[in-house]
């Protein structure tokens, strides 16, 4: 099934304005309630594409900390929220997410992370964290490219509508640092968070 790509082309704290429900894989999206708010997120830069294997991908193109010229501490943050149908008998979680992007340290007392954190049925996550320092490549580019397994599941309510809600958190610390999820940072190169689901009966 080829991926359906959601554009937001309103304002970061507005609702996008859609034809309403539609079907992906088990999950019904309400497609009018979506809505992406923060500093790492506005308006034409923000996207969302649903996979026909259930997983969805957050997709940005300038969700990016960077320090340097004086400015020692940033942190930028986009909250991805929608409404869903769960068929009845049936329950579904989050169980893991996978990041594709970079982190480029230039100094000594450089530090940067990538944070993911979750609401589900009222509940809220364990925050799966990615952390790099200066040891962990000096100059060279990292690749946040691994599933973060979240420690704590979180499974909605056995059929029961919910909203779905997740905070992506990056931040630079110290001289010259960077951490970047933002599609096309690098050439050649797609950068991006996979969110899966796992379902079972209930």
Request: aromatic share 10%; charged share 20%.
């Amino acid at each position: 099934m080829m991926k359906q790509l959601i554009a937001l082309t309103l304002l970061a704290s507005s609702t996008a304005s859609f034809a309403g429900w539609t079907s992906h894989g088990r999950l019904q999206v309400n497609e009018d309630s979506i809505k992406f708010i923060g500093n790492g997120c506005s308006a034409d830069d923000a996207f969302v594409s649903f996979n026909g294997d259930g997983s969805f991908d957050l997709v940005f193109t300038n969700l990016e900390a960077v320090t340097g010229e004086g400015v020692k501490n940033v942190t930028k943050t986009c909250q991805f929220k929608f409404d869903a149908r769960i068929p009845a008998g049936l329950t579904f979680t989050t169980s893991r997410a996978g990041i594709a992007g970079f982190s480029n340290i230039s100094s000594e007392n450089g530090q940067t992370l990538a944070t993911l954190r979750h609401t589900l049925g009222g509940q809220v996550s364990d925050a799966a964290i990615a952390s790099y320092t200066y040891a962990d490549g000096s100059v060279q580019d990292v690749v946040l490219n691994k599933d973060l397994h979240f420690a704590k599941k979180i499974w909605n309510p056995c059929g029961k509508d919910t909203t779905f809600k997740t905070t992506v958190t990056v931040n630079a610390k110290g001289d010259d640092a960077v951490i970047s999820i933002s599609e096309g940072a690098q050439s050649g190169k797609t950068y991006s968070i996979r969110y899966y689901w796992t379902w079972k009966s209930c």
